[in-house]
């Protein structure tokens, strides 16, 4: 089949490669009909490389036709259609059953220290071969897969796989009150699936970034925007629309890769350059992060508020606000989205009449899979209003 594949930093390529197979009795096959790019994968494409080997399959947000079941799989069958979540689970083990899909303790990486495993991503989450392919083994196939309808457009389903149930996490872990107000930093596809998620709950929503395309579609979807070039003070407007006080809740959407701090940048791009056998160790003990987008969302919260963090972070030794964040009273929850844990009460909404939420359109470029090379590099340098990229095996 065909599939991309990583070779190296900023170097993606689609290559010929083994068909998936039934591998254990909890396994499905399915057929990709719709795979997309998310900004977690860029993290793949350039700081997290020494953790990939040459030929890793990359991509985590899949939907398709089940070709194959193994014997233990009963809720789907051949020739369903369905979305697959990002992270790996069991549905029965102590952290699943209570609703911490993301940490399931069957899939655990317990060797790497990290939670539950995860499709298309580095070695951390137990490289298990990713979706931007024409086929996808999917383990745990007896609790994972999403069962979807037939008769819808692949796109109003094809976000369940990760960015509009983290999105929805992000919301939720920000615990702003009935009409209160919340701030998402970054108007990346998950900041952007926030803001409309928000809005739908009647909330004031303002939404931060530079990038004129984002800006214009939380707009549309009913935010008050800040664009970030305008401004010294992100914290500083935000509290200027709030009465002074700042928002109930902030959401971090960037992660990582926030722009903003010059000499953090540097310092990631450095460990890149160094030798995995070196780089891995540094990484894990004291990679840092560029932090400006989580300090705006610190700053720009009230006190006694909630940080919301659904961007990712790879760094062991990030300096932290620790005396604003204290003297504030703040709550911080965060991490890897419990994918299935939202399902049901996202479902609803995803179905509803007039897709509420955009998810139809929310894609700005829809390509075939052979095409996803130039698509990586057109997303991460935010090219051609780039903000989602479908693609089609």
């Not at 989580?294 to 919260?301: E, H, K, Q």
Request: aromatic fraction near 6%.
């Amino acid at each position: 089949m065909k599939a991309l594949t990583w070779q190296g930093r900023s170097d993606v390529r689609i290559d010929d490669v083994p068909d998936p197979r039934i591998e254990h009795p909890t396994d499905a096959v399915i057929r990709v009909t719709s795979t997309a790019i998310c900004g977690s994968d860029l993290h793949l494409y350039d700081p997290l490389g020494p953790f990939l080997s040459k030929g890793d399959i990359l991509g985590h947000e899949t939907m398709g036709i089940v070709e194959e079941v193994g014997s233990e799989v009963t809720h789907i069958s051949v020739g369903d259609r369905v979305v697959v979540p990002f992270n790996i689970s069991c549905g029965h083990c102590w952290m699943c059953q209570r609703g911490f899909m993301a940490q399931c303790e069957t899939t655990q990486v317990r060797e790497q220290g990290m939670g539950a495993s995860l499709f298309g991503f580095t070695e951390l989450y137990g490289s298990v071969p990713g979706g931007q392919a024409e086929y996808l083994r999917v383990p745990q196939a007896q609790f994972g897969p999403i069962l979807v309808p037939e008769g819808v457009a692949d796109e109003r389903f094809l976000y369940l796989s990760d960015i509009l149930p983290t999105a929805w996490q992000g919301v939720e872990y920000a615990d702003v009150p009935d009409g209160g107000s919340l701030a998402v930093i970054g108007l990346g596809p998950v900041g952007l699936m926030a803001v409309a998620i928000a809005t739908q709950r009647g909330l004031q929503v303002i939404g931060v970034d530079n990038v004129p395309e984002r800006l214009a579609r939380a707009r549309q979807y009913g935010a008050t925007v800040i664009n970030t070039d305008e401004t010294d003070d992100v914290p500083g407007a935000i509290r200027e629309l709030t009465d002074g006080r700042g928002v109930d809740g902030s959401l971090d959407a960037v992660g990582m890769e926030a722009h903003g701090a010059p000499v953090a940048e540097t310092a990631i791009k450095a460990v890149g350059l160094v030798p995995d056998v070196l780089a891995k160790p540094m990484m894990k003990t004291v990679g840092i992060d560029r932090l400006a987008a989580l300090r705006t969302a610190i700053g720009a919260v009230r006190r006694s508020g909630t940080v919301s963090v659904s961007g990712v972070y790879g760094g062991m030794a990030d300096p932290l606000p620790m005396m604003e964040i204290f003297d504030k009273g703040l709550a911080l929850r965060m991490g890897q989205c419990h994918v299935k844990r939202w399902i049901d009460d996202i479902m609803p909404l995803v179905l509803e009449d007039g897709d509420p939420l955009g998810l139809e359109a929310f894609a700005t470029h829809r390509l075939p899979l052979t095409q996803a090379p130039d698509a990586y590099s057109m997303f991460q340098k935010k090219q051609d209003g780039c903000i989602k990229v479908v693609l089609k095996p």
